[in-house]
């Protein structure tokens, strides 16, 4: 049998070129491959590798091209490259945190800011100062208490007024009202004063003629009479009335013949406690509106004169110059009633800014060496009562104001200069034991770590509340 000879060599029979992503189809999976290393590979080169295809582990044979071993060689290049921006990413975030740390560790504040809140407490002092009413010019001598405060005076006139409750009265009030007497003898007959006359009432009730009585024969008269008692319980309404001091006269008969009888009710009787306005309360209430007004003209003056001067409490002279009831009379019976007066006043006073010059100048040199005042809060005041007594034109003067320890700003700024906060905090506690709150620091720029060597740098603010 002859064989069939083939000028080419079947697909199927024909050895791979290998390149890479074409070498292999994707169902195929390399088991084994031996390659020379890259220096001994030359293009056209056979090569072996063993692969599975079907389930099957197939051994396969190829030639290398040329551009395999380029591939190869860039392959292996990425790789290289790879790598080395693998390390770069870890690299550079570690350099770039120790550079930080080093800046911070060696960084300086360029300003710092110190804040101390200074422990404050009331301090105030009495003087005797003399007055001067010869001049408007103020001079502050060497010696204090040689020093005269120039005054003036000042006049006013106010009216002060309050309601007040009248005063409770027992009133007892007796009934009144007219009886007509009549007598139906052939006599004229004539009673005394005081003559009585009983109702027929029940209970009965008595009254008196409250002058005497002439009747005339086979007439009559009206008499005015009022109730022998106190209270409502005679306010009677009309009635007969007998007249019981005739059964003793001769004849007996005028007993029956004179009589009484009343045509309106007895009227004004009572008994109770009731609101009156007195003359005892009004006197009162003068009094007390008086009081009022020595307590209230000081304020009143002050008023008048304004911030600029200082009312001299001690020269205050107050006089009454007028008194009256408002809508009211005294004996109207009223719960309440208002009472006015008005007064004149005269004072002295003296300029607050000379004051003010004064008491800073007594306040330095009497203050405690190792504390110094708030110029804010000194404040130079006349504190005797209105009406007092001003002796030989001196009086007394308190000067006070807020006072806090001492601070010595120039040694703290030596002690804190390259420190970080916290001691700078510790050390400014430490020189400066009476604060009301633990010292505050600022730097600039914020991330710095320490203070300036440079005292200029260093700022102290003292908060005064």
Not at 111 to 116: G, Q, T
Not at 187 to 214: D, G, H, W
Not at 276 to 301: F, G, P, V, Y
Not at 361 to 374: G, L, V
Request: glycine share 4%; hydrophobic share 40%; charged share 30%.
């Amino acid at each position: 049998m002859k064989k069939k000879i083939y000028d080419i060599i079947p697909p199927q029979n024909r050895p791979k070129e290998f390149s890479i992503g074409k070498i292999i189809p994707i169902k195929e999976t390399i088991l084994e491959t031996k390659i020379e290393p890259e220096s001994a590979l030359k293009a056209n080169d056979s090569i072996e590798i063993k692969i599975e295809e079907g389930g099957q582990k197939v051994q396969r044979q190829g030639i290398i091209k040329k551009d395999f071993l380029q591939v190869s060689k860039k392959e292996k290049d990425y790789q290289k490259k790879k790598f080395s921006f693998k390390k770069q990413i870890i690299i550079v975030p570690v350099l770039l945190a120790i550079i930080i740390f080093v800046f911070w560790f060696f960084s300086s504040a360029k300003k710092i800011l110190i804040e101390l809140v200074p422990v404050s407490e009331p301090f105030s002092l009495d003087v005797q100062i003399n007055l001067a009413t010869s001049t408007n010019e103020f001079i502050l001598p060497p010696d204090l208490s040689q020093a005269f405060i120039p005054v003036e005076t000042i006049n006013i006139e106010k009216d002060f007024k309050k309601e007040f409750p009248a005063e409770q009265v027992l009133v007892e009030e007796k009934a009144k009202g007219v009886i007509r007497v009549y007598n139906k003898s052939t006599r004229n007959v004539s009673l005394v004063e005081n003559t009585r006359f009983l109702s027929s009432s029940e209970p009965t009730q008595q009254f008196q003629a409250v002058s005497k009585i002439a009747t005339p024969a086979g007439g009559y008269v009206d008499v005015p009479v009022i109730a022998s008692g106190t209270g409502a319980e005679y306010n009677i309404e009309p009635c007969v009335f007998s007249l019981p001091g005739l059964r003793n006269f001769s004849p007996p008969q005028l007993y029956y013949d004179i009589y009484g009888k009343s045509f309106s009710k007895m009227e004004g009787g009572r008994k109770e406690t009731i609101f009156k306005i007195t003359k005892e309360s009004t006197e009162n209430a003068q009094k007390e509106l008086l009081a009022i007004a020595r307590q209230e003209i000081e304020s009143a003056l002050q008023t008048e004169a304004g911030k600029q001067y200082r009312i001299i409490g001690d020269s205050i002279e107050l006089e009454l110059i007028g008194s009256n009831l408002l809508n009211a009379q005294e004996g109207q019976e009223m719960e309440k009633f208002v009472y006015q007066i008005k007064v004149k006043a005269k004072a002295l006073m003296a300029k607050t800014e000379n004051l003010t010059v004064f008491g800073k100048a007594y306040m330095t040199a009497n203050i405690p060496s190792n504390k110094e005042f708030i110029n804010e809060s000194l404040e130079a005041v006349f504190p005797s009562e209105s009406g007092g007594a001003l002796a030989e034109l001196k009086t007394r003067l308190r000067v006070s104001a807020k006072i806090h320890s001492i601070i010595d700003e120039e040694s703290l700024k030596e002690i804190v200069k390259g420190r970080d906060k916290k001691e700078i905090v510790r050390y400014s506690a430490g020189i400066c034991p009476d604060l009301a709150k633990e010292p505050r620091v600022i730097f600039e720029p914020f991330w710095a770590r320490k203070a300036s060597l440079n005292p200029k740098q260093i700022e102290i603010s003292i908060i005064l509340e």
